[in-house]
């Protein structure tokens, strides 16, 4: 048995994985990598829902779950007494939703995006992505029956025009095979993914995001009240991220188990849905969740 894998996260509604800086006139903006500006979800978010998930799910008061414990530590406040045997690395960007002029809106994605994956396939030991498409400034690689293009080969994404070719059908594939819960989006995201150029692909996950007013109102006058009115940023639903997950042996004296038990345990949960981020009572945050299979392209 595996003691590595991935855990895909796949937005159903808007998504705010808070930086806590405002910049410009956003007051809440997304967390984002420093160096690409790509928008990501903190592991200690991802780790913080998963924990309660598993808590609430083992029927037994919170922290009294040995097999919570084992996974995730002990609680606040008794950090000292053992670590946790799951590691979740931050949720990085796998898939971002444009709008498109055909076929309602495409999911895009880049070689940087690609390779790193790659790169974080091997981490977990599994076959790297093949044939990952290298298209240049205002071109689109996607799959040969794609109905995101136009009839005459071009693909118009915003206000953007790019010009196709088909070298990205095996990404399209990958995705579906692997990141996606349900057969309707399954069958979806083969003909809708578009891989772009690095720059292009930046240009969008950094402007594409959605800014929500927030307003407290005073009853009394139904005006808003002082200092109640601020931007909030959103991730758009149909994002997908993913994270690496590696799990080591308990160090949690009541429940000895390997690495390869404790990832069992974890993905015999069968967690499909959590709420991560801010928004939650405005039904923000809403995510599918889904491990990679557990054998599929495995090294051997």
Request: a neutral charge.
């Amino acid at each position: 048995m595996s003691d590595k894998t991935l855990l895909f996260v796949h937005a159903l509604t808007g998504l705010h994985p808070g930086g806590g800086t405002a910049l410009g006139v956003v007051d809440l903006p997304v967390q984002r990598e420093r160096h690409t500006e790509w928008p990501l979800i903190p592991g200690s978010s991802l780790k913080g829902v998963l924990r309660a998930e598993c808590n609430r799910r083992s029927g037994k008061a919170p922290d009294k779950c040995p097999e919570v414990l084992a996974a995730f530590g002990p609680p606040t406040g008794s950090a000292s007494e053992h670590a946790g045997a799951v590691t979740l690395s931050d949720a990085r960007i796998l898939a971002f939703p444009v709008r498109s002029l055909r076929g309602v809106f495409a999911w895009i994605t880049c070689p940087g995006v690609l390779n790193r994956l790659s790169r974080d396939l091997a981490i977990v030991g599994r076959v790297a992505l093949r044939d990952v498409p290298n298209p240049s400034r205002d071109a689109a690689s996607c799959a040969a029956s794609s109905p995101l293009v136009t009839p005459n080969c071009k693909m118009i994404l915003e206000e953007f025009e790019f010009s196709c070719d088909e070298a990205g059908a095996s990404v399209a594939e990958w995705i579906a095979d692997h990141a996606i819960g349900d057969q309707d989006t399954r069958e979806r995201i083969r003909q809708h993914v578009a891989v772009l150029h690095d720059d292009d692909f930046t240009h969008f996950v950094r402007h594409g995001t959605e800014v929500v007013a927030r307003i407290g109102l005073n009853y009394d006058t139904k005006t808003v009240r002082s200092g109640a009115l601020f931007y909030e940023e959103y991730l758009p639903a149909e994002t997908l991220f993913y994270s690496l997950v590696l799990c080591r042996r308990s160090y949690y004296k009541q429940h000895p188990a390997s690495g390869a038990e404790i990832l069992e345990w974890f993905r015999s949960r069968q967690i499909q849905h959590l709420q991560i981020g801010g928004g939650e009572t405005v039904g923000k945050g809403i995510c599918s969740i889904q491990f990679a299979p557990a054998s599929a392209n495995a090294v051997q």
